[in-house]
């Protein structure tokens, strides 16, 4: 039983604790976005601009359970940096963060009856109403 103990624990320590899994960045199927670029991606989700590549308006949705594991695999930042940036920005008026979805339902849902939503989940989330246009790697 000792040795099974020790193999787990070195098993955890070499792979960083729990496994996750990858993050795919998702637009409603209907979108007619194909793919989008990292920096696209973080130009949205930062607050540099907010259109998609098709000309629509985007409306990014940060999904809570996945948040801080989103950002530092976009960005390299943590939530405590990803706020300060967002309460600078909202301070001077430059922006607003975007929408919060509290599960996973709730942010398929909002990207599903919103074509011009730009979302994220993990991947084994995926669900044909959704279109992958980027997979962020942990």
Same mark, same amino acid.
């Given at each position: 039983?000792?040795? $099974?103990?020790? $193999? ?8 960083? *604790? ?26 949205? $989700?930062? *607050?540099? =601009?907010? %259109? ?14 996945? %948040?801080?594991?989103? =950002? ?18 909202? $301070? ?27 979302? =994220? ?18």
């Amino acid at each position: 039983m000792t040795r $099974f103990r020790h $193999f787990i624990a070195a098993a955890l320590l070499v792979t960083g *604790g729990l496994a996750h899994a990858d993050i795919a960045v998702v637009t409603n199927a209907n979108s007619g976005i194909a793919q989008m670029s990292r920096s696209d991606v973080i130009n949205i $989700f930062m *607050g540099r =601009y907010r %259109k998609l590549p098709n000309g629509e308006l985007a409306l990014p949705i940060d999904l809570a359970p996945v %948040k801080a594991r989103f =950002y530092q695999a976009l960005v390299d930042k943590n939530l405590a940096e990803i706020n300060s940036w967002w309460a600078r920005l909202v $301070f001077s008026g430059q922006a607003s963060p975007p929408h919060q979805a509290e599960t996973t339902a709730q942010a398929i849902s909002l990207v599903v009856h919103n074509p011009s939503a730009l979302g =994220y989940v993990d991947t084994h989330h995926l669900t044909s109403e959704l279109h992958v246009v980027l997979v962020l790697h942990e």
